[in-house]
């Protein structure tokens, strides 16, 4: 049986792979640790990773909105939807960022999208 390819993951710019993600989670760690402390950093880490990451959930929601996909009229709340659950399991979580967890997050963010 073939693998399943991952799909939203690398959508929004983000690998799944478990070598990637042990090597990533320190790293965000830090810079959220950081940029509490230097709002210089802060805006840095918001212009290179931040917003560039919530941009591609604007594109993608634009494009479910065009073909009707999207009841909910506030993009930022979702896309607050789909960041927020990630970071904090990044953050405080020892449960793994993978493939499952994003599915299930996405679905999750559909649903409430669907609903105006």
């Known amino acids: 049986m073939a693998q399943r390819q991952p799909r939203l993951l690398p959508r929004l710019g983000l690998s799944s792979t ?3 993600v042990a090597a990533v989670v320190p790293a965000n760690r830090a810079l959220a640790a950081e940029s509490v402390q230097d709002e210089t950093f802060a805006q ?3 212009d290179r990773l931040i917003g560039p990451r919530r941009e591609a959930v604007r594109a993608l929601l634009a494009r ?3 073909r009707g996909e999207v009841a909910h009229p506030d ?3 979702l896309i607050g939807l789909v960041y927020g659950p990630m970071w904090y399991r990044l953050l405080f ?3 793994s960022l993978d493939e499952a967890y994003a599915e299930q997050l996405a679905a999750t963010v559909t649903a409430v999208a669907r609903t105006g």
């Open 64 to 66: 479910a909105r065009e």
């Open 75 to 77: 993009d930022d709340f």
């Open 93 to 95: 979580s020892r449960e």
């Open 18 to 20: 478990p070598s990637t």
């Open 44 to 46: 840095q880490v918001w």
